[in-house]
């Protein structure tokens, strides 16, 4: 049986423009990793953001350093 009619667990589309370069980078992505162009992009939000979290999170953690002086492997 397949889904609900109506029901799209993923309602939102985001367009984006790409170099010709970009684009070719995708396809050898989509063919290498057998993903479609909507899953490789949705992968690369997540790593992006898990990346802008990490930095924040080292930012954080470098000013409690300064701020109790507690000193990088103590």
Known sequence: MGKPVGVNPKPTVISVRVTDEQLEAVRRLMEKKKMSASE??????????N???QKRLDVIRSAARKYT???DGA
Request: glycine residues 6%; hydrophobic residues 55%; proline residues 0%.
């Open 69 to 71: 002086g507690v000193r």
């Open 51 to 53: 990346d802008l979290e």
């Open 40 to 49: 490789i992009m949705r992968e690369a939000f997540y790593v992006f953001a």
